[in-house]
């Protein structure tokens, strides 16, 4: 059963549009969610970590937020260098998994001109 | 300061030649893990440190899949005999301490098994 869930798989924007990435979760006890940007052929970038429900973290144009069951990444005014994978990411803080990551199959952004 | 290093950062090997993956994590990490990324999957955790022991070996997903790690610092993923479905991106992160503190990835080995 997967435990993160991203929408949607590809997202095309035009560049200024602005939108938002959903990441959905199902661990019982949540640590931490994590959002990582991965360009092609490079590992994943750490963008944020939110901890707790209704915490919002920003960086330039991206903003995440966080509830009980779900995480956004929204996007704001993108530019085509904003293009790439994002990554969601949970650890649970239940059992012996402590440190483990679970990730999404991430969400492709690509923004054109 | 320098991040993750992995080497090397491609490797081609035949089926059923055993294989060596090497992860520096940044210095005064104390954790560190790898993880897997094969094409149109998601990223699955293999194994993960706390200094030279690993208390969580449960993603390594056969007994030819086996990690070392020693003085603390540098880490070897060994995959024996190799499986063309072994090939994928592995990734080594690393983490000041365990928890909840944030993994920092290096850039990956590509591995094709021929």
């Known amino acids: 059963e997967d435990q993160v869930t991203q929408s949607p798989e590809a997202l095309r924007l035009q560049e200024g549009e602005s939108s938002s990435l959903n990441c959905s979760y199902t661990v019982s006890g949540l640590r931490g969610l994590f959002w990582y940007r991965q360009d092609p052929g490079k590992g994943p970038e750490f963008l944020f970590t939110?901890?707790?429900a209704g915490e919002e973290k920003e960086k330039e144009r991206l903003k995440a937020t966080l509830t009980k069951k779900e995480s956004f990444l929204h996007i704001t005014a993108p530019k085509p260098e904003d293009s790439a994978t994002y990554l969601c990411a949970v650890q649970d803080g239940r059992g012996s998994t402590l440190g483990r990551l679970y990730f999404g199959r991430g969400t492709q952004l690509t923004v054109w001109p | 300061g320098a991040g993750v290093s992995q080497s090397p950062s491609n490797k081609v090997t035949e089926k059923g030649k055993d294989v060596e993956l090497r992860c520096d994590p940044i210095s005064g990490h104390t954790a560190l893990y790898w993880y897997r990324q094969s094409l149109g999957q998601g990223l699955e955790f293999l194994i993960y440190f706390q200094g030279n022991s690993a208390p969580d070996k449960s993603g390594l997903p056969s007994d030819r899949f086996s990690a070392e790690r020693t003085g603390g610092s540098v880490s070897t993923l060994t995959i024996q005999r190799t499986q063309q479905e072994d090939s994928a991106v592995y990734l080594c992160a690393s983490s000041l301490l365990s928890g909840e503190d944030t993994q920092y990835f290096g850039p990956g080995t590509r591995l094709t098994v021929l």
């Open positions: 939110l901890y707790s």
